[in-house]
């Protein structure tokens, strides 16, 4: 068994080195779908490592809350898009926040209201520019950094916003703007603090603080008319061996302030970095189904030269089978050629994958991450594409009747 | 050579072979009846289309969709699995073909190595003992020749040495002289004639009834029945020692029975 199935693939050599322009091509189609895969895991896993890296350098004693039930699996994540989130009211409520802060251990806890709007100061700022409202904490939290000035206050009087360098320079054309005023949604805040450079718009608080103007909760409920949208509460425990505890205490409060519905979930440690890549696992479906999509066109192309090259070589089938070959010996040795072909497109799709991730990489912010899972996907889809669209050949092949594929003329 | 004492290697009894289907139904085979001993040479004959092709395919188990019985070292062969049956052509049975039938993108002497691949022997097992069979029909030479650089006869004898390197009991040649001028012909026949002497059944399909005098054996065949069956006494030494013995004209017979 073991001999044949090396002869096998000695003979698929041969046939696709006699062939060689015939074979590249048809493993192009295979290659094209393996390299948009890998490309996009590639990326979408070194942008949820960032996230990872991130909670792992804050200590690891860190929750977050999110609304919504908790969800698993990509296919939620496509359907957790986080556009539906802005439009839908957050779960998360004032009482919440209140009831976790006056829970044992707990150091600090921010919560964030994200709001959209126009931002402007000497000139218009992005309309996507992130409206962060929310409390002092979060510059503990998040290890937060001030550049110059100093970071938001609830006891000072007036409206003030720290903001972010980019946005700074945005605005004003300086980093040195601090005294200024800058509009949020129509009413004017001072400016008492630019944020230092992160360089990190990818992070579990989905805000790039680069960009952001932070103001003050209050004041940002104030700009929706007074409600509340707190869309994540990040917890911050005294150390990491109280993490655990404190989670499940949020969790039975929360509960009860939710009269019972688990319209929220409390996230810790890598769990964080999923639904902040929540989007990235969206785009990531999207386009692994048009790869898929590729890779079948690829896989029918691999069925027709297979074809071709069944019926090329009846003759020899005919031979084979009357020197002593099985119908197996037959099937195994087109299947084996078919899967030549796809793995072999498979691999240098997947070279061809992380070089197209990493020329990607190299507008983003980070980089591609290599993993045995992205290996073992682009090994097992070409295995997949492979005996799929091969069997039929070789069943073909198999079913030849010998005399009459002696037959036919060489 | 025959031995008689040992049970036949072949039998067939009533063997048809049908092809078509309704009105275009035609027996290739109508009812043979034959018994082959172990060791023998024998010569088929008989004009095309009289279904000589057809025996050999069927005697060599390439083709089993047929009526009647046929036991093959006393096991009917209806009962047999595909891969029984696959099994049996790579162990038991040779096939010398008239267009030779060699692959032609392998060289000679993996073509030679050809049917060891289905008995699962090692690479270098069948490379040695390609080469060994190639030496004994003097190709020790021409081993990674490609086969359309080689003669005819050339070509002839490196099928003749892939249809032997299994050790067959039974060689089935389909005109192996078919394709080759006469000198090339006789080089061929002397090869089966020596097969012959080392106690192999071969079975023969030619037109040419100057081959028949290394037969052992000569059957002709008329419309898919045996006509004459003929013995003979002892091996052929030369050409030209035809010496028919009981010759039975079956046809003829079977007409008088009839009348």
């Not at chain 1, 068994?1 to 002869?7: E, G």
């Not at chain 1, 805040?189 to 103001?215: Q, S």
């Not at chain 2, 029909?137 to 650089?149: A, K, S």
Request: aromatic residues 6%.
């Amino acid at each position: 068994m073991k001999i044949l199935f090396a002869n096998h693939i000695h003979i698929a050599q041969q046939s696709i080195a006699s062939s060689r322009m015939r074979s590249i091509l048809t493993m192009l189609g295979v290659t094209i779908g393996v390299a948009s895969i890998t490309t996009i895991l590639a990326l979408s896993a070194g942008a949820s490592k960032i996230v990872v890296d991130q909670v792992d350098s804050l200590g690891g004693n860190i929750a977050v809350i999110r609304p919504g039930a908790s969800s698993e699996g990509t296919l939620n994540g496509i359907a957790q898009l986080p556009i539906g989130q802005q439009y839908a009211a957050s779960s998360l409520s004032d009482m919440d926040v209140a009831a976790i802060e006056k829970m044992e251990h707990v150091k600090a806890v921010a919560p964030l209201m994200i709001l959209g709007g126009s931002v402007s100061g000497v000139s218009e700022g992005s309309p996507h520019t992130p409206i962060l409202a929310t409390t002092p904490n979060i510059e503990q939290i998040s290890e937060l950094e001030v550049s110059d000035g100093q970071f938001l206050d609830p006891s000072l009087s007036g409206s003030t916003a720290v903001i972010g360098p980019q946005l700074s320079i945005d605005l004003f054309g300086t980093d040195q703007s601090i005294g200024k005023t800058v509009t949020v949604k129509g009413q004017p805040f001072t400016i008492i603090g630019i944020l230092k450079r992160t360089n990190t718009p990818i992070n579990y608080n989905t805000v790039d603080f680069d960009n952001a103007v932070l103001i003050d909760l209050e004041d940002g409920r104030e700009l929706i008319q007074g409600a509340s949208q707190i869309q994540q509460i990040n917890v911050q425990s005294e150390s990491v061996e109280y993490l655990g505890g404190i989670i499940t205490n949020i969790n039975k409060a929360l509960l009860k302030n939710h009269f019972g519905q688990a319209d929220f979930t409390v996230l810790s440690g890598d769990e964080i970095a999923q639904p902040t890549s929540g989007i990235f696992t969206a785009l990531a479906g999207v386009s692994v189904a048009i790869a898929a999509i590729s890779l079948v066109v690829g896989g029918v192309g691999i069925m027709n030269i297979m074809l071709v090259s069944v019926a090329e070589r009846t003759r020899e089938i005919g031979i084979r089978k009357a020197l002593g070959a099985t119908n197996g010996n037959i099937i195994a040795q087109f299947l084996i050629e078919s899967l030549a072909l796809s793995i072999g497109g498979g691999i240098a799709g997947y070279i061809l994958g992380y070089i197209l991730a990493f020329t990607i990489s190299t507008f983003l912010t980070f980089d591609p991450l290599f993993s045995w899972e992205i290996a073992i996907v682009a090994i097992v889809v070409s295995i997949v594409i492979g005996t799929l669209f091969g069997l039929y050949p070789a069943i073909r092949a198999a079913r030849k009747d010998p005399i009459s594929a002696l037959r036919q003329y060489d | 050579m025959a031995d008689t004492n040992t049970p036949p290697v072949i039998v067939l009894k009533q063997l048809r072979k049908r092809f078509g289907i309704g009105d275009a139904e035609h027996y290739a085979l109508d009812g043979i009846d034959l018994t082959i001993q172990k060791g023998e040479f024998i010569a088929i004959m008989g004009p095309s289309g009289c279904g000589k092709t057809t025996l050999l395919n069927v005697l060599g188990l390439l083709d089993s969709h047929i009526e009647g019985d046929y036991e093959l070292d006393g096991k009917s062969i209806a009962y047999l699995s595909a891969n029984r049956q696959a099994r049996i052509r790579s162990q038991q049975i040779g096939f010398v073909f008239q267009s030779f039938n060699l692959v032609s993108r392998l060289n000679v002497i993996d073509n030679v190595a050809l049917p060891l691949i289905y008995k699962g022997m090692s690479k270098l097992a069948r490379q040695k003992k390609a080469s060994t069979m190639l030496k004994s029909f003097h190709l020790g030479e021409r081993e990674f020749y490609m086969p359309n650089q080689l003669s005819g006869g050339q070509t002839q004898r490196v099928a003749i040495a892939r249809a032997l390197v299994n050790d067959p009991a039974i060689i089935l040649a389909d005109e192996p002289t078919g394709n080759l001028d006469s000198r090339a012909s006789h080089i061929i026949m002397e090869e089966l004639s020596d097969l012959h002497k080392h106690g192999n059944t071969i079975i023969m399909v030619t037109h040419n009834p100057d081959l028949t005098t290394y037969a052992s054996r000569v059957i002709t065949m008329l419309d898919g029945q045996i006509d004459t069956d003929t013995m003979r006494l002892a091996l052929p030494v030369k050409t030209g020692a035809k010496k028919p013995l009981n010759v039975v004209k079956k046809s003829k017979a079977k007409k008088k029975a009839k009348k």
